[in-house]
């Protein structure tokens, strides 16, 4: 994908070479030097590590701007799509780049209802886990695993069976999701109803046992739905990359999907909205005040963090968490809720927000800050918050995958390295070794 307007050239000057490399301006005005041709010409790379200051693609699925706290999919603000739509539109609008019209919302739907069920012999695969096993490490294999049940999906680049593959996989993952949790909790499976939505279908899955009928609460319906919106893109973030980059190997849907999940297990990102939670817990065992754990995180010799405070991206606010914010106070007043933790939560953001330390470094609560809190009030158990942030982000990694994967300019991706090891030296027989 390089069809992009370039506006004016950058010049670097290296080994007594004056060369000009296109600036290329996205539609966002965002500007980035196109160095593809730099080592060619000069013999040199640039270092970057942790991708700070590259952009690893050209990409028309989700803008964001960390300084103005913007964040939008496919040209539409998050705070309309959160107030508007519902999350399988959402998906639509992302992997398929417009939003639906009835008939193809309705087809949409429709396939990820029918599609929702997994294997039997899958499902059998469950019992092989010990009771205690974190449901990302039986999310992820489980995912990896669709694609021994649909062995045309493997050759990525034939788009025959895309649409189902995509279908398949966004139908099956809740169900697989809240499998897991019943393998957890020792729980009879509850399998998927076609009756239901996706998102109050998940709810079933997940609370529903068959000695008694299951009463699905709207207003949790809706705000899983607000949260799987807001989690749905987050542009090139490091799961979203690390589907990208698996993808670029032509490797199929399921495996690189399988390893976003696993890239978002880390507590540095998607495990954060569990981390928030047991750092809120812990404050209250410790008996902590707000003030007492800020200084501890300031001091910096705990090695603490604020769980849900900072982002690469966002130096200013997270418009996600604000969104978050006032649903998190909305829904607890709606279902009757007093719970003690938003109380700290909220008295630790606002300790936070008049301190230095964290004015300074530009850090404001993020996506992850008051989710969990949320997701207490559904009554999801801590493990699992991550996992919903899977099933939230799994359109965007699709969209993502999808994009790649159709641009006949992809490669395959593979960034250099300064070596700084030894330089050449000699194989020791082991008995001259010291
Ligand atoms: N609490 C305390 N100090 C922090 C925090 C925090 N949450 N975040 C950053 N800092 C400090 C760092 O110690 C560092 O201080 P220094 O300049 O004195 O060394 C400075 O702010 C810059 O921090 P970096 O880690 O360099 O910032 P980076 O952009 O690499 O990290 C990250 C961003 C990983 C999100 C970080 O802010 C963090 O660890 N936050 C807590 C975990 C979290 O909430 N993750 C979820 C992110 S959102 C998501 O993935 C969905």
């Known amino acids: ?92 609008l992302l992997i398929y780049g417009k939003l639906p019209t009835r008939p ?15 294997h039997e012999d899958m499902r059998r695969f469950f019992d092989g886990y010990p009771i205690t096993a974190h449901p990302m490490a039986i999310l992820s294999a489980m995912v990896t695993s669709l694609s021994s049940f649909y062995p045309y ?12 593959t995509i279908a ?21 499976f509850i399998y998927p109803r076609n009756d239901l939505d996706y998102c109050a279908n998940f709810l079933h899955m997940m609370f529903a046992v068959p000695a008694e009928p299951y009463k699905m609460n709207e207003v949790a319906v809706r705000a899983l739905n607000l949260l799987l919106i807001l989690h749905a893109d987050h542009e090139q973030n490091c799961s979203t990359s690390t589907v990208r980059m698996v993808g670029s190997a032509h490797t199929n849907l399921f495996a690189s999907i399988s390893a976003g999940i696993c890239a978002l297990w880390g507590p540095l990102h998607g495990g954060a909205n569990q981390e928030v939670v047991e750092m809120l817990e812990d404050i ?11 200084d501890q995180v300031k001091d910096k010799k705990a090695g603490l963090r604020l769980m849900g405070f900072g982002h690469r991206v966002y130096k200013n606010f997270d418009p996600r968490a604000k969104i978050i914010k006032k649903a998190c106070d909305e829904l607890l007043q709606k279902l009757g809720i007093h719970d003690p933790m938003l109380d ?85 027989p082991l008995e001259q070794r010291q």
């Not at 000057?13 to 010409?41: M, Q, S």
């Not at 999906?153 to 189902?164: E, G």
């Not at 996989?169 to 909790?185: D, E, Q, R, V």
């Not at 209250?284 to 800020?294: D, H, P, S, V, Y």
């Open 1 to 92: 994908m390089r069809g992009e307007a370039v506006a004016e050239n950058a010049r670097i000057h290296i080994g007594g070479h004056d060369l000009e490399f296109p600036v290329v301006v996205g539609t966002e005005n965002e500007r980035g030097i196109d160095i593809t041709n730099l080592r060619a010409k000069t013999g040199v790379v640039t270092l970057d590590p942790a991708f700070m200051n590259t952009a690893s693609t050209v990409s028309s699925v989700t803008h964001l701007d960390g300084e103005k706290g913007i964040l939008r999919y496919r040209g539409i603000p998050i705070e309309e799509l959160g107030e508007k739509s519902t999350f399988v539109e959402t998906a639509y």
């Open 104 to 118: 193809e919302l309705d087809g949409f739907q429709r396939l990820l209802t029918r599609h929702s069920m997994i």
């Open 153 to 164: 999906a493997l050759n990525a680049k034939d788009d025959q069976y895309r649409d189902i």
């Open 168 to 188: 398949r996989l966004m139908g099956k993952l809740p169900t697989i999701a809240a499998f897991s949790y019943k393998k957890n909790i020792g729980h009879p």
């Open 284 to 294: 209250g065992e410790r008996g902590l005040t707000a003030k007492q754990f800020i």
């Open 344 to 428: 700290l939560a909220l008295e630790l953001e606002e300790t936070a927000l008049r301190d230095s330390y964290f004015v300074e470094r530009k850090l404001y609560p993020n996506v992850d800050f008051y989710s969990g809190i949320i997701y207490r009030a559904l009554g999801v158990p801590t493990q699992m918050f991550t996992v919903l942030f899977a099933l939230g982000r799994l359109p965007g990694w699709i969209a993502h995958w999808k994009e790649m994967i159709e641009d006949p300019t992809t490669k395959i991706g593979r960034p250099r390295q300064i070596y700084m090891g030894p330089t050449q030296t000699h194989y020791v």
